[in-house]
C-alpha cells in the first residue's frame, strides 16, 4: 500500500464551482500535512499546511483534516480558470517534520470559463 | 526576485556521459533537497542536505550523488547517465527541518 493515495483525475469543472480534491494516506504517526500546486512546466508552489485535525481556512482555500479515516482534502470556493493545475498532496514521511516529504501523485483540475 | 534558481531548463543528454544539475538559493535556507518527478509515480527524494557540509540519502539515491560545499548551491551529479533517469528533476529548500520545502522550476532531463 502506497503510504499516501490521491486519484490522478482530471477533473473538470466549470467556473464558479465549488472544488474537492482528497487523499489518504496510511501511517498514522503523520503530524503535519500539505497541499501544492503545480502549474504546467513550474515547480510545485506551496498552498497550505495544517498540523493535526481539524481545518484551515485561507482566502478560497480551506484544508481539512480528519485523522481517525487518515484522510486530508483541499477544498476551492467559486472556483477559477487560474486554479486550473495539478494539486499535490504531501506528508512528512515517518514523523520526521517537514524534511522528508511523501507526495501525493497529483490531481489535475481544469477549471472551464 | 528570491527563490531557487536551477539550471539547466532542459538537456538532452547521451547515455554514459556525466552531468550536473545546478541549484542555488538565495533565501540563505539551511536545508536543501533534489526530486525527481515522473509521470504516475509523482514526487520522489534523491538527496537532501540539513545544512552545508552535510548531506543524506533519499529514496532513490542510486545514481546519483550531491555536495554540499555553502549554503546556497546544492548540485546534484549523475555519473554515468542512464535511460532511466529520464525526468524532471526539482530542487527545493528550507529554512529548517521542520518548515515547509519551497521549489524551483525544474530541468527536464532526457537520457538516450
Known amino acids: 500500500q502506497k503510504e499516501v493515495e490521491q486519484d490522478p483525475g482530471p477533473l473538470s469543472v466549470p467556473e464558479g464551482a465549488i472544488v474537492s480534491l482528497n487523499c489518504t494516506y496510511s501511517n498514522s504517526a503523520f503530524q503535519y500535512f500539505m497541499w501544492y500546486r503545480q502549474y504546467s512546466r513550474k515547480g510545485p508552489e506551496l498552498l497550505m499546511y495544517?498540523?493535526?485535525?481539524g481545518n484551515k481556512e485561507d482566502g478560497r482555500f480551506t484544508a481539512q483534516v480528519d485523522k481517525s479515516s487518515k484522510y486530508i482534502s483541499l477544498f476551492i470556493r467559486d472556483s477559477q480558470p487560474s486554479d486550473s493545475a495539478t494539486y499535490l498532496c504531501a506528508i512528512p514521511a515517518r514523523n520526521t517534520g517537514f524534511q522528508k516529504l511523501v507526495f501525493g501523485t497529483g490531481t489535475r483540475l481544469l477549471v472551464s470559463p | 526576485i528570491a527563490g531557487i534558481t536551477q539550471a539547466p531548463t532542459s538537456q538532452i543528454l547521451a547515455a554514459g556521459r556525466r552531468m550536473t544539475l545546478r541549484c542555488t538559493q538565495d533565501?540563505?535556507?539551511?536545508?536543501m533537497y533534489w526530486y525527481r518527478q515522473d509521470l504516475g509515480l509523482g514526487l520522489r527524494l534523491i538527496h537532501y542536505s540539513n545544512t552545508a557540509g552535510t548531506t543524506g540519502k533519499g529514496e532513490v539515491p542510486d545514481g546519483y550523488s550531491v555536495s554540499r560545499a555553502n549554503t546556497d548551491d546544492f548540485p546534484l551529479t549523475l555519473a554515468s547517465a542512464v535511460p532511466s533517469q529520464t525526468s524532471v528533476y526539482f530542487c527545493?529548500?528550507?529554512?529548517?527541518?521542520?518548515?515547509?520545502?519551497?521549489f524551483g522550476d525544474g530541468t527536464r532531463l532526457s537520457i538516450l
Open positions: 495544517t498540523y493535526s485535525s
Open positions: 533565501m540563505r535556507h539551511n536545508a
Open positions: 527545493a529548500s528550507s529554512q529548517g527541518r521542520d518548515q515547509p520545502q519551497h
